[in-house]
């Protein structure tokens, strides 16, 4: 990335670690960007040969560059590539997922003809799935209203009740400093937390409804295991709350606190009962249907109030309950997502 190369309008900044075999396929999705005024800096955190051998083979391209630094976590990387940017705006891409090829040229339309627009947040479709499904990540958080028009800022109570913009949207590198950028306290989701301040601070924010972006649901994610899903739902809770001081605030937040521990319960029901837990089953469902008292959890208390106890007649109880739970069970606002670019 040659000093002399001009100032780009997109930095996208990517932190890689033990990621060498997606690391390929994301950087061609910004290569195949429709729109070529972008930069890419790839920071290798951890000193991988590898990850810095990839990296050298786009060496012809000025507009890639490479970092390499020890770990420093997921934010670290991320807050190392921000550091080096040029562009306007700011853009996280993770290692392992891609850019639509029209990404860049879809967000960077809403700054040039609005130049005020702090960030442009958008859709993505998430993919990897055992089963070849793909899905659509605004609905994984239960964002039904696809009318939405770009024109409509996201505010502050959007994000605190739950509509939290994918990660890979576009933020101004002004704005991106003021807030703090992913600069935060430990135990809370990074790219969540930008976006509650960002609108916390009252800046102009927009949603794309648009599936700009594609975000890989790996084999070795955390979704596999049962105490990573409870680390991330504790973080998740913590970075509503941590914006969520005041009586108003606290009220906006309380809806999405509620689901969040609606699916956890779920989740924890389920787990006791596939270890043979039932004690521990039943108090999670009654726990899940205090924080929302639906169907489906009124459903499986009842089932588990009625079940024997014995293994070999629990199990279509446990089909249905995994069912219930693989369609509502997205760590209450997203899907879970593997450790990024940290050990």
């Given amino acids: 990335m040659g000093a002399e190369s001009p100032e780009p309008f997109f930095s996208i900044l990517t932190t890689a670690y033990r990621t060498e075999q997606y690391l390929p396929e994301a950087i061609e999705s910004v290569l195949s960007q429709t729109r070529g005024d972008w930069e890419l800096i790839v920071v290798d955190n951890g000193y991988s040969d590898d990850i810095a051998r990839i990296v050298g083979t786009y060496a012809?391209?000025?507009?890639?560059?490479?970092?390499?630094?020890?770990?420093?976590g997921y934010g670290g990387g991320?807050?190392?590539?921000?550091?080096?940017?040029?562009?306007?705006?700011?853009t996280v891409?993770?290692?392992?997922?891609?850019l639509r090829p029209d990404f860049c040229e879809r967000v960077g339309a809403v700054f040039e003809a609005e130049p005020h627009v702090a960030a442009v947040g958008c859709d993505a479709t998430l993919f990897g799935f055992g089963d070849g499904t793909e899905r659509g990540y605004l609905r994984s958080i239960s964002y039904r209203n696809r009318k939405r028009h770009?024109?409509?800022?996201?505010?502050?109570?959007?994000?605190?009740?739950?509509?939290?913009?994918?990660y890979s949207g576009a933020v101004r590198r002004d704005v991106w400093n003021a807030v703090g950028g992913y600069t935060?306290?430990?135990?809370?989701?990074?790219?969540?937390?930008?976006?509650?301040?960002?609108?916390?601070?009252?800046?102009?924010?927009?949603?794309?409804?648009?599936?700009?972006?594609?975000?890989?649901?790996?084999?070795?994610?955390?979704?596999?295991?049962?105490?990573?899903?409870?680390?991330?739902?504790?973080?998740?809770?913590?970075?509503?709350l941590s914006l969520a001081g005041g009586p108003v605030q606290r009220r906006a937040v309380d809806p999405t606190l509620r689901r969040l521990r609606y699916h956890q319960s779920l989740r924890r029901a389920r787990w006791a009962l596939l270890e043979g837990d039932v004690r521990s089953a039943r108090r999670a469902a009654r726990t899940a249907f205090g924080q929302k008292p639906s169907l489906r959890a009124?459903?499986?208390v009842s089932a588990l109030a009625v079940a024997p106890g014995v293994l070999r007649r629990v199990h279509p109880l446990k089909q249905h309950l995994s069912?219930?739970?693989?369609?509502?069970?997205?760590?209450?606002?997203?899907?879970?997502?593997?450790?990024r670019g940290s050990g």
């Fill in 323 to 339: 069912g219930t739970v693989r369609r509502y069970g997205v760590a209450g606002a997203r899907i879970v997502r593997p450790v």
């Fill in 60 to 72: 012809d391209d000025h507009r890639i560059g490479l970092i390499r630094q020890a770990n420093r």
């Fill in 150 to 166: 770009v024109d409509v800022p996201l505010t502050f109570s959007d994000v605190l009740g739950g509509i939290v913009p994918y």
């Fill in 298 to 300: 009124a459903t499986v």
């Fill in 184 to 240: 935060a306290p430990a135990g809370v989701e990074e790219d969540v937390l930008l976006w509650l301040r960002i609108t916390a601070a009252g800046w102009d924010v927009r949603l794309l409804d648009d599936r700009l972006a594609r975000c890989r649901v790996r084999a070795d994610s955390s979704s596999r295991d049962p105490s990573r899903v409870e680390a991330f739902d504790e973080r998740l809770q913590a970075t509503f």
């Fill in 78 to 90: 991320v807050t190392a590539a921000a550091g080096t940017a040029r562009g306007r705006v700011l």
């Fill in 93 to 98: 891409l993770d290692s392992d997922d891609l």
